[in-house]
């Protein structure tokens, strides 16, 4: 199994109270009123991760698998931590991950927000991410190009459009919910934008895996991530050894 990335938390986070008590169930977990933490999640395995296809904004279901791994993560959390609310990309791998993690969690509405959704990849959706570059070499290019300003053709987002769009998504829900703990549930490119707002000194985010869970701290003064991409819950489940959806070259 891959491990887990940790950041050091730091003595405001270290002193809240544990959110499970002695007999092992969810309790109070009082989050220092002056930020937010946001529990990120990446929606569950699909069948075209599992075959290399390139989702970007195209409606793909969870398969088999993608629900174990969905209500592992959803059993992992319930028992964690004292969730408020929870947000979700409105593309169908993403809400039906946090459908059933709200079932889990007090049954939670599920609030949609579109400015969670994976980047848009314009002519390479629908695609084998392998066969790219031979079936449509330009929006290959422009997919793997350095430049952050570089559209996909056919409507493709930048990777600076990506970044704009979700970090400010984050920024409002975070700003309605200090002091608590929040579900949002997106997918692998969104998180590597998420990363990067966090972590501006250029380091690698690494793979993002189905079902994965990071824990970003978010208040005026910043942002801070205590946990990177952790699939401890995943031990029966399994995930992609490959992790596609998850790398640089993902969507």
Not at 106 to 134: C, F, N, T, W
Request: with cysteine.
């Amino acid at each position: 199994m891959a491990a887990a990335s940790s950041f050091v938390a730091n003595s405001e986070s270290d002193s809240r109270s544990s959110c499970i008590d002695s007999n092992g169930n969810a309790g109070s977990n009082p989050v220092p009123a002056n930020f937010a933490e946001i529990i990120v999640v990446r929606h569950g395995e699909t069948t075209w991760n599992a075959s290399g296809k390139i989702q970007g904004h195209l409606d793909v279901e969870l398969n088999e698998v993608g629900r174990q791994q969905a209500a592992a993560v959803a059993d992992r959390l319930s028992k964690e931590f004292k969730i408020s609310a929870i947000y979700s990309s409105d593309l169908m791998r993403a809400l039906e991950t946090a459908q059933i993690i709200a079932k889990s969690c007090d049954s939670l509405e599920v609030i949609q927000d579109p400015a969670l959704r994976e980047r848009h990849l314009g002519d390479l959706q629908g695609m084998v991410y392998r066969e790219a570059a031979k079936h449509n070499p330009l929006a290959h290019k422009a997919f793997v190009s350095h430049n952050h300003d570089q559209e996909i053709p056919g409507g493709g987002e930048s990777l600076n459009q990506l970044y704009q769009r979700c970090t400010s998504s984050l920024e409002r829900i975070a700003k309605m919910h200090k002091g608590e703990q929040v579900v949002v549930v997106t997918h692998g490119g969104t998180m590597r934008a998420l990363f990067k707002r966090a972590n501006p000194r250029g380091l690698s985010p690494g793979k993002v895996t189905n079902t994965c869970v990071s824990i970003f701290h978010i208040s005026d003064s910043g942002w801070e991530i205590k946990v990177w991409a952790d699939v401890s819950h995943l031990s029966e489940t399994g995930f992609l050894a490959s992790a596609f959806g998850g790398d640089k070259n993902s969507g």
